[in-house]
């Protein structure tokens, strides 16, 4: 192709465009070739800049070549390559678009002759890369719907495998003017990438791991579009008020039934946590008066938060129980050594913000009370009506108990025929422990109902262990809160056919298989369970996901993988769901064998056997596979609940591997001659200088030795620190190598793994530990040689390499 055909594509563009009998189209690339140029204005802002990245990053990956971008002024006139326009430039406003009276959030793509102008409303005038979507950022989804809606696009989760590009050599783009603006103007999932402590450290994250998921988070939340153009403030408001106002105040504090309030010296559930007097009107004034200072110090936020404490203890003071209307729905009331039912607490909580609504008066005019419905105030009130300056945010929903949700469904209707601004503050993602389940078509229902009724935003708490499980879940989602009105069926093909292509088949059978498993759960009521909130899950893993389940879910990626053969990106989500059940089955069987444990040797090395599979599990995934790192934390080692259930106590004798260090980049050579060996590759002193090098992160194939099969050797120089010299043992362990290797140190053959399908089909998958204590020595500077073997398919070291110590 050169350049006369190209202009003459452009010119018939044109005259199709003029002469109004069809649309025209903007050619962008022409077999591969970049015809068209990326135009910004003189001094692009954060948001455009970061837009033109991400544009160029997937035009990038879909053509092989990126646009150029110039500078507007930097045109010259008879230029006539195509445009494509991003973000306020002359030429847009010339064409009466430009970002600033654009709405908020609100995006424009319009094609028009040689011009494709991409740009939205934005309200971001800090000037930072990457722009994050924390105030509304209409040019950057511009950008994403034209990707997503025009070139086909998919991020499915986040990092690599969810990220799908078609292949194109044309990009053409006809005529058109499609503008958008998300109805809810909050559209929030918790990350739940927050690390407390390094805590997650304890699993085995490294702080580049936890840096880089966070990354790969940020980046899925914004291209698809979580964002927000209002900021209402919710969350529990008191905390530790007790501590700091406890002993000036007593009177502001909840009265426990025995009539005596909390205080510092004996708080209730505790100091953080404790419950205030609804009804104090001192303590009234003074929540307004902070409240509406904290208004005029945050132009930003639309509301200040009047949200009671979590957790139990709420005031049983006469004054305060005179507004619970006996007739109220029971609620479970938990105090020190009692509990009972007691009627909903909403009616005594909507006056109480009534109260502080009053206090408000007509200072800071369209400005709001958040306040939760959650826990015992849920259900909606009875007898009080909401004042309009109070904001609720519904706490409720949750796919593995049906009952629940009923009733969801009709406290949320309650709320909604207030007439009160109403978002949607949901738990539902925190249940289940990571376990592979599809609720997507529910919840999919539920959010457009609560759409159709008032829904304003979300804040969904939070993004829970791992994405492969449960990933058409959260890609329903996510399209459903950009736009509510789109099918939830057609976001669910959206999903299968983007993830799965040829294997589309057998993994809708997979993810309906998960559905109706789901449901089951759901509708399930044991009497005995343990009432947590997810509500006897944990002690049914071993009925719900029993060997004949997970055996049926396997054959279907069995028939997947078969359908998809040759398609690597294909082939990695399938390995991810695979995963998602390897995990099931070791969190199903431990959980039993806890159950099981009766302190008998033959029953206590069950369990340790099985707790030393989950950290080596783990240890495996965490790179790959890991969403949500405050949760994966909170539930496998920090929770009293899931220690207990998942062997606590037990885990705390077990020996625990620690990290010493990872070794990631490697001399790299292949020997398809088999030569290495003779040539004393494996030595100390071999000079390897010339060498490629390479990570052991991937298979060969996809660092620049695509298609090789065969011989290849891996080289890297190891200080041993010195302080190493006084570890118990010392072992390197192989995240998986593909498929057969010897190990060698200062040249000597110190191991040797050979792959063979007919013993272990899955050993190429596998971690493999080598014991190097007596072989490391601390103080020098050693040669590890890996001498890789790969019969076919992808090769090579592929998860992480990491030297590990005991003591
Ligand atoms: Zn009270």
């Excluded at 009671?308 to 050594?337: I, Q, V």
């Excluded at 009293?640 to 625990?656: A, F, Q, W």
Aim: charge should be negative; glycine fraction near 8%.
């Amino acid at each position: 192709m050169h350049c006369g055909q190209a202009t003459w594509r452009i010119v018939v563009t044109l005259i199709i465009g003029w002469a109004g009998w069809t649309a025209g189209a903007v050619t962008l690339y022409d077999a591969g070739r970049p015809l068209a140029v990326i135009v910004t204005a003189e001094r692009p802002t954060g948001v455009v800049r970061h837009a033109v990245a991400e544009l160029n990053e997937h035009l990038t990956a879909m053509t092989g070549t990126a646009l150029p971008v110039v500078v507007e002024s930097a045109l010259d006139g008879a230029d006539a390559r195509p445009r494509v326009l991003v973000g306020d430039t002359a030429e847009s406003r010339a064409a009466g678009l430009d970002t600033a009276s654009l709405d908020p959030e609100a995006m424009v793509v319009r094609c028009s002759g040689t011009r494709l102008f991409l740009l939205g409303g934005d309200r971001d005038d800090r000037n930072r890369v990457p722009a994050t979507a924390d105030r509304a950022i209409g040019t950057l989804y511009a950008v994403y719907g034209f990707l997503e809606s025009d070139l086909g696009v998919r991020w499915l989760w986040p990092g690599a495998t969810g990220t799908v590009v078609p292949r194109r050599a044309d990009v053409v783009i006809p005529d058109g003017d499609r503008r958008f603006q998300p109805p809810l103007i909050q559209r929030h999932i918790r990350p739940g990438l927050r690390d407390w402590d390094n805590a997650v450290g304890k699993l085995g994250m490294t702080p580049e791991m936890t840096a880089r998921l966070g990354t790969e988070y940020t980046a899925w939340s914004a291209r698809r579009r979580l964002g927000r153009r209002a900021n209402f403030r919710f969350g529990h408001a008191y905390n530790n008020w007790l501590r700091d106002y406890g002993k000036e105040h007593p009177e502001w504090f909840a009265m426990m039934p025995d009539g005596t309030r909390v205080t510092p010296e004996k708080p209730y559930p505790n100091l953080e946590r404790a419950k205030l007097c609804e009804t104090n009107p001192e303590l009234l004034d003074f929540i307004a008066a902070r409240g509406i200072e904290y208004l005029e110090k945050n132009p930003d936020a639309l509301s200040f938060s009047a949200c009671p404490n979590d957790s139990r203890g709420y005031c049983m003071c006469p004054t305060c129980k005179a507004l619970d209307p006996p007739e109220g729905l029971p609620t479970e009331m938990n105090y020190p050594g009692q509990n009972f039912q007691y009627p909903s607490l909403s009616d005594r909580m909507v006056w109480h913000w009534n109260q502080i609504a009053l206090r408000l008066g007509d200072r800071c005019p369209g400005r709001y009370i958040g306040a939760y419905a959650y826990s015992n105030y849920n259900h909606p009130p009875l007898r009080e009506k909401l004042s309009p300056r109070v904001v609720i945010a519904y706490v409720g929903f949750n796919y593995l108990n049906a009952e629940y949700n009923e009733q969801s469904r009709r406290d949320w209707a309650g709320w909604s025929a207030t007439g009160c601004k109403l978002f949607l503050r949901p738990n539902l993602l925190l249940v289940g422990h990571g376990f592979p389940l599809n609720y997507a078509r529910d919840l999919g229902r539920d959010i457009q109902e609560c759409f159709r009724t008032g829904m304003l935003g979300t804040d969904f708490d939070s993004m829970t262990h791992q994405y492969a499980a449960q990933a058409p879940i959260f890609y329903v989602l996510t399209g459903l809160l950009w736009d509510p009105t789109r099918s939830v069926d057609a976001l669910l093909d959206e999903f299968l056919t983007a993830a799965y292509g040829p294997a589309v088949a057998p993994m809708r059978q997979y993810w309906d298989r998960l559905e109706a498993l789901t449901r089951d759960i759901a509708a399930y009521r044991d009497p005995n369970a343990d009432h947590d909130r997810d509500r006897g899950f944990h002690e049914m893993t071993a009925v719900f996901y029993n060997d004949e389940v997970l055996s049926e879910l396997r054959g279907f990626l069995a028939a997947a993988r078969t359908a998809a053969a040759g398609d690597e990106g294909v082939l990695a989500r399938l390995a991810a769901c695979q995963t998602a059940l390897d995990y099931a089955r070791i969190q199903r069987d431990l959980r039993r064998a806890v159950a099981d444990h009766r302190g008998s040797p033959e029953t206590t090395a069950r369990v340790t056997a099985l707790l030393q599979e989950k950290q080596t599990f783990f240890r495996q995934h965490l790179d790959d596979w890991t969403l949500g790192l405050h949760h994966v934390y909170w539930r496998e080692a920090r929770s009293t609940t899931h220690r207990r259930l998942y062997g606590g106590g037990i885990e705390e004798s077990l020996p625990r591997p620690n990290e010493l260090t990872r070794l990631v980049t490697w001399r790299f050579q292949t020997d398809p001659d088999d030569r290495g060996d003779q040539d004393g590759w494996q030595a100390a002193a071999f000079d390897d200088a010339a060498w490629k090098t390479i990570s052991s992160l991937n298979a060969w194939e996809t660092q620049g030795w695509a298609g090789y099969d065969g011989l290849a050797w891996y080289r890297c120089r190891l200080e041993v620190p010195a302080a190493w010299a006084g570890r118990k043992r010392l072992a390197i362990e192989f995240g998986a190598v593909d498929e057969s290797f010897r190990l060698y140190v200062d040249g000597a053959m110190v191991h040797e793994s050979l792959f063979a399908a007919s013993d272990d089909p899955d050993l190429w998958k596998k971690p493999r530990r080598v014991d190097l204590t007596g072989i490391l020595k601390p103080g020098t500077t050693q040669t590890l040689a890996v001498r890789v073997h790969d019969s076919g398919g992808a090769g090579g070291l592929w998860k992480p390499v990491v030297l590990l110590y005991e003591d």
